[in-house]
C-alpha cells in the first residue's frame, strides 16, 4: 500500500547540527552509547538496506561494496550538508517536525541547535518540545541549599519553555533513570527526601524527588494545556534499563483523578512492550504513543510493531515520527522505510479482511499527521 503522497508531521525527533558530528554515519543506526566495532554495524539489516536505498538516491555505480557507498555518501555530505540533507528530505513528504531540544543539549552534550538554523537546514516546520530534564539534572548537578531553591529553579525553567521557548509539549525521560513507576508524593515528603539526600546521596530519596519534578512536570502541562511525553522502552543502552521501561509501570499514576486528564503520550510504544502500550491508549482517555525510534532503528520490527499496538489501540491514539538525531538518514529513513512498513502492516490487516482498504487510507492519514495536528494543537499541515 503507497503511502508516500501523504504528508508527514514527524513528533518526536531532535535537532542536529552537520558541523558537530564525525562518526561513521552507519553506527548512529545502532542505539548504544558505546560505538559498535563495524563488525556490528555493518552487519545489521537496518544498515544493510540503508546503505542499498542511499545508493540509488545518491547515485553509486553498480557493483560498489558498502564502504565505497559510504565514502561516496560522505564526500557528498561533507562537501554541501545543506544540499545533502534538502536532498533526503525533499524525497519524502516530511512538512513538520516536532523536536526535543534536551539532545543535543549544553548540559549533555556541551552545544545545542538553533531551531531557526535547523528548520532552514531539513527546510521544515519545526516546533519544540521541552525535555524537563535538562532542569532537573541541573539541579542534580548543584545540589541548591534548599529544597525551596531547587523548586524555584525548576518553576523558573518551566515557565521559561512555557512563556518564552512556546514549547508544544513537555517530555520526561525518568524511564532512564529511577523508571517509570512514578508515585505522588507531597511537597513535605520531597523536602526531608531533599534534606537526606543531600548529606548522603542514596537510590531511594532520588527516586522520591525525581517522581515528585516529574509530577510537577506533568501538572504544569495541564495547567497550560499541553500534552507530555514520556520515554517508554527501549533507549540507549547501557544507560536505560529496559525492565523500569514498560508503560504499564504507568498505570496507577495515570489512573490519579489530578493525572488522568493531562495527554500523554507514550513515545516509542515502549517497544517491545506494544501490545501493552495499544492496550493502554484505548483504557485511558488520555494515553496516546507513537511509533518513533521503532521507525528508523528497528527496521522489519515496524510491522510487528504497529500489528501489535493495533490488538488495542484505536486508530487516532498512534503517531508517526522517527527518533532521528545527529544525522539526515535517521530521519529520511523513517520517512521513506517506516512509511512504507506502516503500508505493509495496514495492508496486512486489508488482506486478512480486518479492515477495509478506505479504513486503511483513513488509518493512514490519521497516523501520519491528522493525530498530531489535534493531539499538539499544529496549525494545518497540508
Ligand atoms: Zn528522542
Not at 21 to 43: E, G, K, Q
Not at 159 to 186: N, R
Not at 269 to 289: A, D, K, Q, R
Request: proline letters at 4%.
Amino acid at each position: 500500500m503507497d503511502l508516500s503522497g501523504i504528508p508527514i508531521i514527524d513528533v518526536h525527533t531532535h535537532p542536529f547540527d552537520p558541523a558537530k558530528d564525525d562518526a561513521d554515519f552507519r553506527t548512529h543506526f545502532i542505539m548504544s552509547l558505546w560505538s559498535p566495532p563495524a563488525s556490528v554495524y555493518t552487519n545489521t539489516i537496518v544498515v544493510r538496506k540503508l546503505i542499498r536505498e542511499l545508493a540509488k538516491l545518491i547515485g553509486a555505480p553498480l557493483g560498489s561494496s558498502q564502504d565505497e557507498i559510504a565514502d561516496l555518501r560522505n564526500k557528498l555530505y561533507k562537501s554541501d550538508s545543506k544540499a545533502y540533507t534538502q536532498r533526503l528530505m525533499r524525497s519524502t513528504n516530511i512538512k513538520t517536525m516536532l523536536v526535543d531540544t534536551g539532545f543535543p543539549h549544553e548540559e549533555f552534550t556541551g552545544y545545542s541547535v538553533d531551531l531557526k538554523v535547523f528548520s532552514d537546514l531539513v527546510q521544515c516546520k519545526i516546533y519544540p518540545i521541552f525535555r524537563m530534564d535538562t532542569s532537573i539534572f541541573k539541579i542534580f548537578k548543584s545540589m541548591p541549599a534548599t529544597f525551596e531553591e531547587a523548586f524555584d529553579i525548576t518553576e523558573k525553567d518551566f515557565e521559561k519553555a512555557i512563556k518564552f521557548d512556546k514549547v508544544i509539549a513537555f517530555k520526561s525521560i525518568i524511564a532512564y533513570q529511577t523508571g517509570l513507576e512514578i508515585f505522588k508524593h507531597t511537597d513535605k515528603e520531597a523536602s526531608e527526601a531533599y534534606n537526606r539526600f543531600k548529606k548522603n546521596k542514596n537510590t531511594a530519596d532520588e527516586k522520591i524527588l525525581r517522581d515528585y519534578f516529574c509530577v510537577m512536570g506533568l501538572r504544569k502541562a495541564k495547567e497550560n494545556n499541553l500534552p507530555m511525553q514520556f520515554h517508554t522502552g527501549l533507549g540507549s543502552a547501557p544507560d536505560l534499563d529496559l525492565r523500569v521501561a514498560n508503560p504499564i509501570l504507568m498505570q496507577y499514576l495515570l489512573a490519579d483523578e489530578e493525572i488522568r486528564d493531562i495527554k500523554v503520550i507514550l513515545t516509542h510504544s515502549g517497544y517491545p512492550f506494544t501490545t501493552e502500550t495499544g492496550y493502554m491508549t484505548s483504557i485511558y482517555p488520555n494515553v496516546y504513543c507513537d511509533v518513533t525510534a521503532i521507525n528508523s532503528y528497528y527496521g522489519i520490527a515496524g510491522k510487528k510493531a504497529i500489528l501489535e499496538l493495533f490488538e488495542f489501540a484505536p486508530a487516532n491514539r498512534i503517531m508517526f515520527g522517527t527518533d532521528g538525531a545527529l544525522i539526515p538518514e535517521t530521519y529520511w529513513f523513517g520517512y521513506t522505510q517506516g512509511v512504507k512498513v506502516l503500508g505493509d502492516a495496514l495492508e496486512e490487516m486489508v488482506t486478512s479482511d480486518w479492515i477495509t482498504a478506505g479504513e486503511a487510507i483513513e488509518f493512514a492519514e490519521k497516523i501520519l499527521y491528522k493525530n498530531a495536528e489535534e493531539i499538539y494543537k499544529i496549525p494545518g499541515n497540508k
